[in-house]
């Protein structure tokens, strides 16, 4: 008797929860309207709150694509070591992927080719809200880049609070300097 009880506690629970879910907060679609398609209101255009098969399109810009870039930029690095630290700070300008003898940069050149090679380095993509990243910490060090790459205004902080930021570091590590911390 008792797993009846359950059992049907549970069909209720699990019916309410599909209700809940269901364009609408109502019941599922029904035989005249079937699953992927839109039913039509008095108007003859479909429900907003119909469900349909196509995606919908994703509310973020797209993402700055990988590859090769024209190697121009106009870069402020600063690099703290902590939160009491002194931070260091760099300029990097880079024409043609060739650093200028303006540069400040412990290693303009690594940093300008890194910069022509993968010119999305310093935008990445805003990290999802449901990724999972390891609960590692990389260490005190924080950096921010200003500036402009191939005509793009830049300004992205980097840290090394877990796994994913640490990602994020050492793919732009050439260009946040040697002093950058070692990860």
């Known amino acids: 008797m008792r797993k009846q009880v359950r059992h049907a506690a549970l069909v209720l629970m699990v019916a309410a929860g599909l209700a809940a879910c269901s364009p609408g907060g109502g019941p599922a679609p029904t035989a005249s309207a079937p699953t992927g398609t839109a039913s039509p209101t008095a108007t003859g255009t479909p429900s907003p709150d119909t469900e ?3 995606p919908a399109p994703s509310p973020s810009a797209a993402p700055v694509t990988s590859g090769p870039g024209q190697g121009n930029a106009e870069l402020a690095i600063m690099v703290k070591p902590s939160e009491t630290g002194t931070p260091e700070n760099y300029t990097l300008v880079c024409v043609d992927g060739v650093p200028s003898a303006e540069s400040q940069h412990p290693d303009a050149a690594a940093a300008c080719l890194a910069l022509k090679t993968n010119a999305a380095i310093l935008s990445p993509a805003p990290r999802p809200t449901d990724q999972a990243c390891t609960m590692q910490y990389g260490g005190p060090q ?5 500036g402009v790459v191939d005509g ?13 930021e640490i990602a994020t570091w ?6 946040l300097g040697t002093t950058g911390g070692a990860v």
């Open 52 to 54: 349909t098969k196509t």
């Open 142 to 146: 924080v950096a921010t880049v200003t």
């Open 152 to 164: 793009q205004p830049v300004e992205v902080n980097f840290s090394l609070r877990d796994g994913c």
């Open 170 to 175: 050492n793919a732009a590590k050439d260009v």
